[in-house]
């Protein structure tokens, strides 16, 4: 219920953020589009993968929520405030890895130590691949929206 709770408002908040950029509402639509194909044929993927001991439905969206809004929300957070700090050099290098990698298996740690069903459920190395790869796409699909829709404004500010 952790997990959910705070996966649900990091989506509610990058889902925001990504209404408030300044780019044409097609760009939206478009990425929304390209990158939610990209990530249901992930999700076809790990659902194949997951089989033989299918994993709780709200677990899944809970780990796809947690990346695609609470780590990608942080990673942001962090990233730009390393950014400001450090320059941006510094925090591409080491804060963006280090803190996105980190946002994003808290996940994991969190079902493990709030919940017993969490525990009862992460048995095996298959459970963990598939929680991380879920994680991971929900942090892709939210990343590579942000992507397509700044492209539009980084090829603004080119002067060529």
């Known amino acids: 219920i952790i997990a959910m709770v705070f996966s649900a408002l990091g989506f509610l908040i990058v889902s925001i953020l ?5 780019s044409p509402g097609y760009t939206r639509i478009v990425a929304f ?11 076809a993927f ?8 299918p994993e709780p ?12 809004g609470f780590s990608t929300f942080w990673a942001i957070v962090v990233n730009d405030f390393n950014g400001y700090l450090f320059g941006d ?16 298996s808290l996940f994991m740690v969190l079902v493990l130590l709030t919940s017993a069903r969490g525990r009862r459920e992460l048995n095996s190395l298959t459970d963990a691949l598939i ?5 991971g796409l929900g942090f892709t699909f939210v990343e590579d929206i942000l992507y397509i829709v700044r492209a539009g ?5 080119i002067h060529i």
């Open 18 to 22: 990504i209404l408030t950029l300044d």
């Open 131 to 135: 929680y991380a790869g879920i994680v």
């Open 89 to 104: 050099i510094l925090a591409t290098v080491i804060s963006a890895p280090f803190g996105e990698e980190g946002f994003k």
């Open 33 to 43: 589009i390209a990158c939610g194909l990209v990530s249901l044929a992930g999700l």
């Open 46 to 53: 790990y659902r194949w993968l997951d089989r033989w001991e």
């Open 57 to 68: 439905p709200f677990l899944l969206i809970a780990a796809f929520l947690w990346g695609a």
């Open 153 to 157: 404004q980084t090829l603004s500010l």
